[in-house]
């Protein structure tokens, strides 16, 4: 097979708004990327001491090239930091989540409590079809 297969990029770049910006969690990026080089392992744990962890980790990295291991022997739950610490925390009646369907269903809301509740509902219902830990649903 033979052609010519000359394919010609155009670059878009976006730039957010101003206010974004400078309302963002991670603050000025040319700073923190500034910190990131001169201490990346303290960088990532300054990220990683965001969550909570049920064990805190023995090293945030250890480098054998080509393997990395990160956070060696630390332990944490995902949905407890995305959820579960946020409905018992200060956030429990921010806005966790809005639906909007496809169809122009109507919009919903649920705070970071009334998500919990609902999630909590949904894991009795599995229950009490017999679903246990481990199993693919």
């Keep these: 097979m033979s052609g010519s297969f000359d394919v010609k990029l155009e670059e878009t770049v976006y730039l957010p708004d101003p206010s974004v910006r400078e309302n963002s969690w991670i603050g000025d990026y040319t700073t923190a990327y500034q910190r990131f080089l001169r201490d990346p392992d303290g960088f990532w744990e300054g990220i990683a001491n965001e969550l909570e962890w049920f064990r805190k980790w023995d090293a945030v990295k ?70 246990t830990k481990g199993d693919t649903v």
């Design 62 to 131: 250890k480098w054998n090239p080509p393997y990395a291991e990160w956070f060696t022997n630390a332990q944490l739950n995902i949905t407890h930091n995305c959820l579960d610490r946020h409905a018992i925390g200060e956030r429990r009646n921010k806005v966790a989540l809005i639906w909007r369907g496809e169809k122009g269903e109507q919009e919903r809301v649920l705070t970071y409590r009334q998500l919990h509740r609902q999630v909590m509902r949904f894991a009795s219902g599995l229950k009490k079809m017999g679903v």
